[in-house]
């Protein structure tokens, strides 16, 4: 778990910036399936998706997932083993996440329109919903995590050092 807000920003910026490049991917492929475009397109939804997700992980959906962790989810046994506590946020953060990012993608398509927009939101939600988890609990959160550990194991590095240098 990031300790600071400079351990934040760089947690949030791996996971979010693979998770959003993935599900970018992911859904521009099933709108448009494979042609000439795709990698274009994919490049092109990129920047604003990954805008939207920081700000939405840092300011909305990530304070939310941990207060609703911590209240009501997390107990005492998992207190004792910390992995269970960062699955328990991820989990929540996917759904919290894949709620908003939803409502995003088809904004940005202009799908908000119409009669059928709760059955487009629908499967949106559920078709991101079973790429997002097991992306996020498999492959994303591992990769962003392992980035947070070296960074936290390098800090406390440099901060024994300093420790020594300043005792002799």
């Given amino acids: 778990m990031p ?5 934040e920003v760089v947690f949030t910026a791996v996971m979010a910036g ?21 990698v274009m397109a994919i490049l092109s939804g990129y920047p604003l998706g990954l805008f939207v997700a920081i700000i939405l992980d ?9 207060q ?7 107990n005492d046994y998992m207190r004792k083993r910390i992995v269970l506590i960062g699955i328990t946020i991820s989990v929540l953060m996917v759904l ?15 799908e908000l329109s119409g009669s059928h927009v709760l059955a487009t939101y629908g499967h949106t939600w559920i078709f991101n919903l079973i790429v997002a988890l097991p992306l996020q609990l498999i492959i994303v959160g591992p990769i962003a995590r392992g980035v947070l550990g ?14 020594m240098n300043e005792e002799d």
Wanted: glycine content about 8%.
């Fill in 3 to 7: 300790r600071n807000l400079k351990e």
């Fill in 18 to 38: 693979l998770m959003v490049f993935v599900m970018t991917a992911y859904n521009v492929t099933l709108a448009q399936g494979f042609s000439n475009g795709l």
């Fill in 58 to 66: 840092l300011l909305v959906v990530g304070p939310i997932a941990k």
């Fill in 68 to 74: 609703l962790a911590f209240k009501y989810i997390i």
């Fill in 96 to 110: 919290g996440m894949v709620t908003c990012m939803s409502l995003f993608g088809i904004a940005v398509e202009g």
């Fill in 150 to 163: 070296k960074m936290q194991r390098a800090t406390a590095n440099t901060e024994s050092a300093a420790a």
